[in-house]
């Protein structure tokens, strides 16, 4: 009989599996989240480095690679009835990474070295695994996956973007397949059988929109009862077969990105229910706002910038008043038109065109502020997304209403086993623990870290730091060094790519516009002498490989002058240099007007920020970002926090059936 603790759709977990919804605690009833922080860092310094289980893993190596193709087989089916029989003992675990190690021996020529071996040991003990950019998380999910599909559980691959689903999975299916294993991709655009199918694999890579989407799809046919999903089932009245096998478990890879930075933002399944009517009062709303003056200088709305809302002051409420008179009755209740002008001064003057969202084919496409990638199929709640499109002069969508919703952090927590891999998971390991039950282990670097990180600047303006940039690039290209150069936006690659083209420096150019190319770019952007401008979206995901006497010269030197609003993120950028060893620099320059300054501090203060830039030493123009940043982290907290309340709120009074129940 397979054991209770390997959740595997059938009679003992459902045809369904999936961890119920426990009802909140009070807060004062909850052990805090920083002693329970402590509590995994020690015993993590416990049970990082088993070394019972890298000795075994290391002789069982040595034994599976004499084995032929066909003792090879035998000895995996032997291991797959002692992993479905006993559960995932540390001696079943050993024999399983040495099977996948040999495996990948066999099909890549790689071969895993124990600091894979223990982060793998980590996300199949249900925790999340710090480990440097560069250590092979790649292979470590690898190991984790294959063994816990080898014991009979359906594993979802969890990662940040499709062109990451593609990549991991045609690069480990040799691996798989030669474990016995089926591997699925599910991305944008597939049809329900291909993501049924998909499913149906023992592991399946997609992405966490897709997965959760495909969730809320699932649970508006299924009913809460399974004895009343069976007997549907039976009858033939249960519909067409959900899409996923449950949530038995998931792998999360770059954790923090999915179950931090993604969290704020709620993931909606959602129904057009647009008309004529509506579609003119968002015209008129966008008109009444232009009338109603610039962001500089009008008394009638103040902006926020932080929040990304407007309000109307007494003169504004007034003028509008005046504005509407004339109009239809819909316009008398001032609630609803109060809302639909701040939408709308928002959409004007707060959402900038590529830096929030970009113009494509004719249709607005929100750039995601964590990784600098589209979101594809996302979409702006409340009328603003159609504003936008206005805005921008193109055809409107249907607006839209709620057919059911849920959040990564409600979502995730269904899972009966979860786990993840990430680079930068320290700074958020109490928020982890206290939402998802996850602790975080950190794994030792394979070789000692030979960055180094070179005095921060802080310029006046965009303009005086972007002229600054393009000549240190110059100065760097000319020994041969590639350079990386990370931007805030894609209008700030862009304007500084334009400044390298007229100084007749060569130079790739990655940003949303042309992300279909990531793979390409981020191919050649270590070799000598290459010049590489990028938005965020090359901090995640991507291994810069050092060209032929590229190390000799000092390896890849990055250029940070964009500021994220998570510490985190500005490590996962810096991480592209010196990756295994490999020597490497990073620099950060910062300009006066950053986005996050303007978001951050007010303007009397960003004008003697400016004033003093160029006399400020490195130390203190790196306090201060760390001060912005943090002031910024600690709100994206109490966000995140919000959205959860607001989440449980709607699933105790939603009843829809659906995973909202």
Known sequence: ????????????????????PAAAEPQTRRFPAALKVLGDRAQGLLS????????????????????GQAQFREAVRTLRLQLQTDGMRDSHLASAFALVGVACEREHQIRIFDTQVIAAYIVLGNRLAEMATGEGKTYAVALAAATAALAGIPVHVVTANDYLVARDADLLRPVYAALGLAVGAVIQGQQAGERRAAYACDITCCTARELVF??????????????????????????????????CMAIVDEADSILIDEARVPFILAQAVGNEQEADYLKQSLEIARQLGSAVDSPHFRLDPAARTARLTLSGQERVDALVRPLASVWRNRLHREESIRSALAALHIYRRDRHYLVRDGKVLIIDDTTGRVAPGRAWSRGLHQLIELKEQCLPTAAQVTAAQITYQRFFARYLRLAGLSGTLSE??????????????????????????????LFANRQLLQEAIACRVVELQHSGRPVLIGTDSVADSEALSQLLEQRGVAHALLNARNDLAEAKIVARAGERGAITVATNMAGRGVDITLGKGVSELGGLHVICCQFNAARRIDRQLAGRCARQGDPGSVETWLAADASLFVTALGGGTRRLLAAHAAALPSRVVHALAALVQRR????????RKRLLQHDQSMDRRLSFGGPLE
Do not use: K
């Not at 990082?48 to 084995?67: E, K, M, T, V």
């Not at 799809?217 to 996923?244: A, F, I, N, Y």
């Not at 958020?428 to 600047?457: F, I, K, M, Q, W």
């Open 632 to 639: 910024i982290e600690r709100r994206h907290v109490l966000e």
């Open 48 to 67: 990082n480095s088993p070394p019972l289980l890298l000795s075994a893993f290391s002789g069982q190596r040595r034994a599976f690679r004499r084995l």
């Open 214 to 247: 495909d969730y809320l799809r699932d649970g508006l046919g299924r009913t809460r009862d399974p004895l009343r999903r069976r007997v549907d089932q039976l009858s033939g009245e249960g519909g067409s077969p959900p899409l996923l096998r449950g949530l």
């Open 1 to 20: 009989m397979r054991c209770a603790d390997l959740p595997i759709p059938g009679l003992f977990w459902g045809d369904y599996p999936e961890r119920q």
């Open 428 to 457: 958020s390991a109490g928020e982890l623990r206290a939402h998802y039950d996850l602790a975080v282990s950190c794994v030792p670097s394979r070789r000692p870290n030979r960055r180094t990180v070179l005095p921060s600047r």
